[in-house]
């Protein structure tokens, strides 16, 4: 399955959304802060950095890194790319 | 003057750099660190950190209540022993107290969680674990088992505010004494440090790698640690009547929640504000001596709270961080502070803040550099918890 | 103590939710043993999915029981967004879902993948938390957690906030859920019984999750005035006090090691009543039984009496008073005095 509805889907599921698909999450819409949709904050996040080192065995390292990769959905998969390539 | 006015008669503690308020006051006036990788358990967390551990050997099972057959745990046996320590300065038998209206207020986290991971293996796997884990569980809630342990007859309460916990309990029993439920308090907290909460505060990017460094420009996080905190806390009438020395009067308590996020803290500290100016009771907040703060060195809550003091009390207040001496102990955290606080206007001095070193705007205070010479006024302890509460108690010099 | 009232009552039972329900479970309209789990769909009634997504069962359940209660005492929810409410939870097991959540997680994955979110729901006093949150509360918020001794001092400390003027209104949450690690140490300490028969021998604990609130307050409408909670007291001392009220109502639980303890309670006083055959057994049920008591003080409902009394019969007029009793270790009661 493509990287960006893999990612999706494990937010919807692992965050606990309701009533959310993944054609309801825009690629480069803001995940975080007050103009994003989805509502999410800095719990989710910190969950989210347990998520994808358990899901795509990717490490964030720090809080600089998180809030540049968990801007949207492309930064996002754009960032595990990344990471799975060089490893 | 009330002859109702809650009294402080005795003070116990127990912690990472040594075992009763003498050793451990000495060992912050020397700016003595004591913390390293856990010892009493393995983990593997994303981030290591360093803990303020009561080291093993350090300390012996209290006499105070008779060992039974099953192993008492380790929140019991540091309870006991800083008990034992406050009812000897207050002068109160131990096998005295027995069919009295005492009151017991106890803060803790891990000791009222069933958290024994052996067993849930065990359990989880099939194996039909025997019950010496449950059983253990169910026999040591602490104040439940020093009510039964000690027959004691007046209220009974474990409180479970997370980072308050401590805090909430001295609060709690100071209002039962001035309510006239009992005369004597045992208050104060206890926690010891556990696999189970290194790795949650871990998982939430909470913690530092290195000792903790309250209200600095480049503090990163916690340290948890682990110990026991005690009050002895009676009526000013009841103590009189027994002739024994009153510490100091509790003047105030506040208790205020946040309701704003369940782990962040109000970004404007209202709260806390709330809390400080309850306990305040009217008071001027020029006049204060010191706060001893919360001060956990994560990057949001030293910002916080240091605006939100230098909001009430002025940039200039005197401000200590004690966690960086004893780590984050949860449930005791706010009952060592305490117990700090009582001693510090007792002794007329406080500890420099260790790990502080580079003052951040952010902040506003400026804790101590050094040990610091303080008026015996009345000084306040506060607390922020996990889940947006804050506490905030006030002690007072007697004349 | 000067008075405090009873303003609404949120029970959340497997017998039933809200006050009507309860009631019907009381005059005898449900039988068979408590069903064995609780939903909280009604939740959504008060809060957008999207509001709970992560809350944990426990804290659902809390936060239902709260809205119900203040929807009982005729007030918006809105009311309560200010710092003159307050929050007392009180559990003797806490959020246990979470709790074995975290330690499912740490078991079958690993030290460094272990979920934030599981640990942050199995803090204890996060369901408070939540409920401060959802509501809006700023004024003092606490979580107590002493085994049997929980529910009167949780009590106690709700009505101490509204005498000494630190809240106007305190919403108390006396609760437990059930687990698997649970039902498995009744089963071995001999319970896992059907029904909970409160005051026989044997035990015949029957673990059920539940949870009650009771929105307090003052002034001159609502259910019941609280009108003293002692606690402490040797068996003997609360039999003799309980004597004194119209009703006893116990909070027996089936445990075999209470039961001659109620026996002494229940041989002194006028009328007995024991309900957990209805809800099941809980740690925390001197909350259900001050619930259902304040129901039966004012006369809101019809009660069929269970164990111990003299058969089927509607609540008197001459009901004026009544003590809940809740035995908190070998000869240690505490005693909670309603009045009408």
């Avoid at chain 2, 451990?24 to 020397?30: C, D, E, G």
């Avoid at chain 3, 939740?43 to 944990?56: C, E, G, N, V």
């Amino acid at each position: 399955m493509e990287l960006r509805r893999q990612l999706k889907e494990m937010i919807i599921t692992e965050l606990k959304l309701v009533n959310v698909t993944p054609d309801d999450i825009s690629d480069d819409g803001p995940l975080f802060g007050a103009d994003s949709a989805l509502g999410l904050d800095s719990l989710d996040a910190v969950e989210l950095v347990v998520l994808l080192q358990k899901k795509f065995g990717v490490e964030v390292g720090d809080r600089n890194t998180a809030t540049a990769a968990f801007a949207s959905i492309n930064s996002l998969a754009e960032f595990v790319s990344q990471k799975n390539a060089r490893a | 003057m009330n002859p109702q006015d809650p009294v402080v008669t005795g003070l116990g503690c127990l912690a990472a750099g040594g075992v009763g308020l003498d050793a451990v006051w000495a060992a912050m006036m020397s700016g003595r660190v004591t913390c390293g990788p856990p010892g009493r358990f393995a983990a593997a967390p994303v981030r290591k950190s360093p803990v303020f551990e009561v080291p093993a050997g350090s300390w012996r099972p209290s006499r105070l209540v008779a060992e039974t057959g099953s192993d008492r745990t380790l929140c019991v046996e540091f309870l006991l022993v800083a008990l034992e320590e406050a009812l000897d300065q207050a002068v109160l038998r131990p096998g005295g107290l027995g069919g009295r209206r005492i009151g017991v207020c106890l803060g803790t986290t891990v000791g009222c969680t069933l958290n024994d991971e052996e067993f849930y293996r065990a359990f989880k796997k099939g194996e039909r674990p025997d019950l010496a884990a449950i059983h253990r569980f169910l026999d040591h809630n602490p104040a439940v088992y020093l009510a039964r342990a000690l027959d004691l007859r007046g209220p009974v309460s474990t409180i479970n505010n997370a980072c308050a916990s401590g805090t909430d309990a001295v609060g709690q029993a100071a209002e039962w004494i001035a309510e006239g439920l009992c005369d004597v308090v045992i208050a104060g907290g206890v926690d010891e440090l556990s696999r189970i909460p290194y790795l949650g505060f871990s998982s939430l990017l909470n913690t530092s790698e290195g000792p903790c460094r309250p209200f600095d420009a480049g503090r990163d996080g916690l340290n948890l640690g682990e110990g026991a905190g005690v009050l002895i806390i009676e009526s000013r009438a009841s103590a009189e009547r027994r002739g024994v020395r009153l510490l100091v009067g509790i003047g105030g308590y506040g208790c205020s929640a946040d309701a704003h996020h369940v782990t962040a803290p109000h970004p404007q500290g209202a709260g806390l504000e709330r809390a400080v100016r309850q306990a305040l009771a009217g008071r001027d907040p020029a006049g204060i001596s010191f706060v001893n703060a919360h001060g956990t060195a994560t990057i949001p809550n030293d910002a916080i709270e240091g605006t939100t003091l230098a909001r009430v009390f002025g940039a200039g207040v005197r401000v200590v961080g004690t966690k960086s001496y004893t780590g984050h102990a949860l449930g005791a955290a706010g009952a060592l502070e305490a117990v700090f606080t009582v001693q510090g206007l007792l002794a007329g001095t406080i500890p420099a803040t260790a790990g502080f070193q580079d003052a951040d705007p952010a902040c506003v205070v400026v804790p101590t550099r050094e040990a610091t010479g303080v008026p015996r006024t009345y000084a306040i302890s506060t607390s922020l918890a996990f889940g947006g509460g804050n506490s905030a108690i006030l002690f007072e010099a007697l004349p | 103590m000067s008075a405090v009232r009873i303003l609404g009552l949120g029970p959340v039972l497997t017998c039933g939710q809200g006050v009507e329900a309860l009631s019907r479970a009381l005059a005898g309209e449900k039988s068979g043993p408590p069903a064995a789990d609780l939903s909280t769909e009604a939740l959504t009634a008060f809060l957008p999915q999207a509001r709970i997504r992560r809350i944990d069962p426990f804290g659902r359940m809390a936060l239902l029981a709260a809205f119900l209660a203040i929807q009982d005492a005729g007030l918006s929810s809105e009311e309560a967004r200010t710092d003159r409410w307050g929050i007392v939870v009180g559990t003797a097991f806490g959020p246990q879902t979470s709790t074995f959540s975290f330690l499912d997680g740490l078991i079958d994955g690993c030290d460094h993948l272990v979920s934030s979110l599981a640990f942050t729901n199995s803090v204890h006093n996060v369901p408070a938390a939540q409920i401060s949150l959802a509501l809006g509360v700023t004024g003092p918020v606490r979580t107590l957690t002493a085994f049997q001794y929980t529910a009167g001092t949780a009590l106690r400390t709700a009505c101490h906030w509204i005498r000494a003027g630190r809240a106007d209104h305190v919403l108390l949450i006396l609760g437990e859920e059930s687990s698997p690690v649970l039902t498995y140490a009744v089963g071995r300490m001999g319970g896992g019984a059907e029904r909970v028969r409160p005051l026989a021998d044997e035990c015949t604990y029957a673990a059920r999750p539940g949870c009650a609130a009771l929105l307090l307050g003052s002034g001159d409408t609502g259910y019941a005035r609280v009108l003293d909670v002692e606690e402490s007291l040797t068996t003997a001392e609360a039999a003799a006090r309980a004597a004194l009220a119209d009703v006893l109502f116990c909070a027996a639980s089936g445990r075999a090691d209470e039961a001659g303890d109620y026996r002494v309670l229940a041989s002194q006083a006028r009328r007995v009543r024991a309900h957990a055959p209805l809800y099941g057994s809980l740690a925390t049920s001197l909350g259900i039984e001050a619930t259902i008591a304040a129901l039966v003080l004012a006369g809101r409902t019809s009660e069929a009496a269970i164990e111990a009394g003299a058969g089927p019969e509607t609540a008197s007029p001459a009901l004026r008073t009544a003590a809940v009793a809740g035995v908190c270790g070998p000869n240690r009661v505490t005693l909670v005095s309603l009045g009408g």
